[in-house]
């Protein structure tokens, strides 16, 4: 199964068409940390992360996370972290995006496996299918309606695949 990203406002999966919105930037077949577009390709998806404060545990295949406080997601091309789940700690010196959010972006979000098997530095990082209300541009992922988040995860497992055009 693979989820097509078909253009800037559309994400097709078996029989479903999905409104979403992608980067700022668009599309771009050469991605760099911090220039606002969608990296396109063919991705395996990662875990489905969700805040059991604010959600339940969606129902999927594939195996769901509970957010904590001190997630975040390395963003710091020059850490062997890069791209990466990490542990925030105080002392911390690297550059990291909060996945705890005050906004609802992130009450779930599945990771999108681009330049995250052996990550190359500057190639671009935290590329996620998550969560929008006003359909905006994102920072280079993929955003969808909760209610279509919520429909994705039914049909989708640890194989499906997103192919961004």
């Given amino acids: 199964m693979t989820i097509i990203i078909k253009n800037k406002d559309t994400l097709l999966i078996d029989d479903f068409k999905f409104k979403c919105s992608v980067g700022k930037k668009g599309f771009t077949e050469k ?23 604010r959600v339940k545990k969606p129902l999927s295949r594939l195996k769901s ?33 909060k996945l705890y959010r005050k ?3 992130y009450d779930f979000f599945i ?11 500057f190639k671009g990082s935290a590329i996620f299918l998550h969560l929008t209300k006003n359909y905006l541009p994102t920072k280079g992922c993929i955003a969808l309606s909760k ?19």
């Fill in 31 to 53: 991605k760099i940390e911090g220039d606002l577009a969608t990296p396109k390709g063919k991705y395996s998806l990662g875990n489905i992360y969700y805040r059991a404060d």
């Fill in 111 to 121: 990771l999108i496996k681009y330049n995250y098997k052996n990550p190359i530095k």
């Fill in 147 to 165: 209610k279509d988040f919520l429909i994705l995860t039914k049909l989708i497992n640890k194989q499906t695949k997103i192919k961004i055009n």
């Fill in 65 to 97: 996370i509970s957010i904590k406080k001190n997630m975040g997601w390395c963003d710091d091309p020059n850490s062997k972290f890069y791209n990466k789940l990490i542990k925030i700690k105080k002392k911390l010196k690297i550059k990291y995006e």
């Fill in 103 to 105: 906004d609802n972006k």
